[in-house]
C-alpha cells in the first residue's frame, strides 16, 4: 500500500505561483512512477505531469507545458508540482498519484490517490 497526502492548494490571483507537494508512504517510493492529475466541477480528471521513479523522465500534458514543474525527492519521499503563470483554467482539484502499471497519462493506470488539494485561481 501507498498513502499520499498532497498539500499547498490554496487560492492565487492569475500569473501567480503555487507548489503542491504530495507526502507518500507505505512501499518503496522511488519504484513508483509519480503523477498530478486534475479534475474540476464536470469534468473528466486530465493528466498534469507525470516524472519517473528516478525523475529522470518527466512528461506534461499539452495544457500546462512550459508553466508547470514536477520534481521529486526521493530521500524525503515527496513529489513536487510547481506552477507557475496561474490561469482561471488551471482552476480544479489536483491530485497526486503513483503508477501501478499502464500509460503514464490514464488515470485508469494509477493504482494508489491522494484526497486532492484545491486550486482556485481568480482572473
Known amino acids: 500500500q501507498v498513502q499520499l497526502v498532497e498539500s499547498g492548494g490554496g487560492l492565487v490571483q492569475a500569473g501567480g505561483s503555487l507548489r503542491l507537494s504530495c507526502a507518500a508512504s507505505?512501499?518503496?517510493?522511488?519504484?513508483?512512477?509519480m503523477a498530478w492529475f486534475r479534475q474540476a466541477p464536470g469534468e473528466v480528471r486530465e493528466f498534469v505531469a507525470a516524472?519517473?521513479?528516478?525523475?529522470?523522465?518527466?512528461y506534461y500534458g499539452d495544457s500546462v507545458k512550459g508553466r508547470f514543474t514536477i520534481s521529486r525527492d526521493n530521500a524525503k519521499n515527496t513529489v513536487y508540482l510547481q506552477m507557475n503563470s496561474l490561469k482561471p483554467e488551471d482552476t480544479a482539484v489536483y491530485y497526486c498519484?503513483?503508477?501501478?502499471?499502464?500509460?503514464?497519462?490514464?488515470?485508469?493506470?494509477?493504482?494508489?490517490w491522494g484526497q486532492g488539494t484545491q486550486v482556485t485561481v481568480s482572473s
Open positions: 498519484a503513483a503508477l501501478g502499471s499502464g500509460a503514464y497519462y490514464s488515470a485508469s493506470s494509477y493504482h494508489y
Open positions: 507505505g512501499r518503496t517510493f522511488s519504484n513508483y512512477y
Open positions: 516524472i519517473s521513479g528516478s525523475g529522470s523522465s518527466t
